[in-house]
T-cell receptor, first 111, second 116 residues
C-alpha cells in the first residue's frame, strides 16, 4: 500500500492559518487523498479529500501538488477546537475502502 | 442524526471470555468496517463488509469474527479474548459502493476494551 509521511507534531496560534503537510511519493494515478482528524476520546472525523485538483469545503482546503507526490491541508483560521491528530491517507481502488491510517500529525493550538 | 452508534463504550474482560461489540448505522450505508487503535500504532483495519451477507478480512483479522445479516448492523465478535486485544475499537461506515473512493467514512465514538 502507498504510504504517507507527516510530521509528528505541529503547533500554531489561534486565529492564524495552519498548513499541514503530507508526502505521498508512491501515490498511484487512481489514489484519492483523504484527510481525517481525531479529537481526544472521539472517533476520526472526515475533513476533506481530493484526487488532482485543489478542494475547498467549510472545514478546510486541500492543496495538491502538480505531481501529486505531496499535499497540504490548510485550516484558514485555527480555533482551539481544531486541536487534534490529523491523518493524511491514500484511498486505493482495490476492492474496498481500505483506508490505512498512519501516525498522523498532532496539532496544538495556542490561545 | 444518530450516525454510527457503538456499544458498549467501555468493557473489561478476562482472558478467554467472549463478547460482541455492537455497531449500528442509520444512514443506509453499504460499506461498514472495524478498526482498532493502539497507542503509537494508528488505526488498523480488522474486517469490513461491502453489503449484507458479504464480509472480508482487513490487516489484523485474527481473533475476531464478523457477520452482516442486515444493512444497519455489523457486530464484531471476540471468541476468546486475549490481553493483546486490549485496544479502542472503532466502527465506520460509508455510502455507495460505486462511489466508495469518493465517500467519506463516518466513525462511531469507539469501544474501549481491556482484557486482563
Amino acid at each position: 500500500d502507498a504510504k504517507t509521511t507527516q510530521p509528528n507534531s505541529m503547533e500554531s496560534n489561534e486565529e492564524e492559518p495552519v498548513h499541514l503537510p503530507c508526502n505521498h511519493s508512491t501515490i498511484s494515478g487512481t489514489d484519492y487523498i483523504h484527510w481525517y482528524r481525531q479529537l481526544p476520546s472521539q472517533g476520526p472525523e472526515y475533513v476533506i479529500h481530493g484526487l488532482t485538483s485543489n478542494v475547498n469545503n467549510r472545514m478546510a482546503s486541500l492543496a495538491i501538488a502538480e505531481d501529486r507526490k505531496s499535499s497540504t491541508l490548510i485550516l484558514h483560521r485555527a480555533t482551539l477546537r481544531d486541536a487534534a491528530v490529523y491523518y493524511c491517507i491514500l484511498s486505493r481502488i482495490q476492492g474496498a475502502q481500505k483506508l490505512v491510517f498512519g501516525q498522523g500529525t498532532r496539532l496544538t493550538i495556542n490561545p | 442524526n444518530a450516525g454510527v452508534t457503538q456499544t458498549p463504550k467501555f468493557q473489561v474482560l478476562k482472558t478467554g471470555q467472549s463478547m460482541t461489540l455492537q455497531c449500528a448505522q442509520d444512514m443506509n450505508h453499504e460499506y461498514m468496517s472495524w478498526y482498532r487503535q493502539d497507542p503509537g500504532m494508528g488505526l488498523r483495519l480488522i474486517h469490513y463488509s461491502v453489503g449484507a451477507g458479504i464480509t472480508d478480512q482487513g490487516e489484523v483479522p485474527n481473533g475476531y469474527n464478523v457477520s452482516r445479516s442486515t444493512t444497519e448492523d455489523f457486530p464484531l465478535r471476540l471468541l476468546s479474548a486475549a490481553p493483546s486485544q486490549t485496544s479502542v475499537y472503532f466502527c465506520a461506515s460509508s455510502s455507495g459502493i460505486k462511489q466508495r473512493y469518493n465517500s467519506p467514512l463516518h466513525f462511531g465514538n469507539g469501544t474501549r476494551l481491556t482484557v486482563t
